[in-house]
């Protein structure tokens, strides 16, 4: 699997992940508190050095940076449940019911 293979999975995952945390007030706090049990739970491999980072909030795209201690760090920006999409058509994506359109997003207007 190439590079820009495994990165759209990841982006995939997340984009539901942070669905999945618009539906559920539960999940949105364990995700803001604990993001890499979440990505581990949600199948995506981290290594033990990685620190993942949430910003609630923010619309700003998702970013790897490296250390010099060796560490990574992902930062996953978390925006505001965006207005024009219902909660029927979140869950449907948070739930890979939604096949991506030909340029990697859900087709809602987030």
């Given amino acids: 699997m190439s590079f820009t293979e495994r990165q759209k999975i990841w982006?995939?995952?997340?984009s539901?992940?942070?669905?999945?945390a618009w539906l559920d007030q539960d999940f949105y706090q364990r995700f803001i508190s604990n993001p890499a049990e979440i990505?581990?739970?949600?199948?995506?491999?981290?290594?033990?050095?990685?620190?993942?980072?949430?910003?609630?909030?923010?619309?700003?795209?998702?970013?790897?940076?490296g250390s010099d201690g060796?560490?990574?760090?992902?930062?996953?920006n978390l925006p505001p449940k965006p207005a024009g999409i219902n909660d029927e058509q979140i869950s449907t994506?948070?739930?890979g019911m939604i096949k991506e359109n030909n340029n990697g997003s859900c087709g809602c207007s987030c």
Avoid: C, F
């Fill in 11 to 14: 982006e995939t995952t997340v």
């Fill in 16 to 20: 539901r992940l942070i669905a999945k």
């Fill in 39 to 65: 990505l581990r739970e949600a199948g995506l491999i981290l290594e033990d050095v990685a620190k993942v980072i949430v910003n609630h909030d923010s619309l700003a795209a998702p970013i790897l940076t």
């Fill in 70 to 76: 060796g560490t990574m760090t992902y930062q996953i």
């Fill in 93 to 95: 994506w948070a739930a």
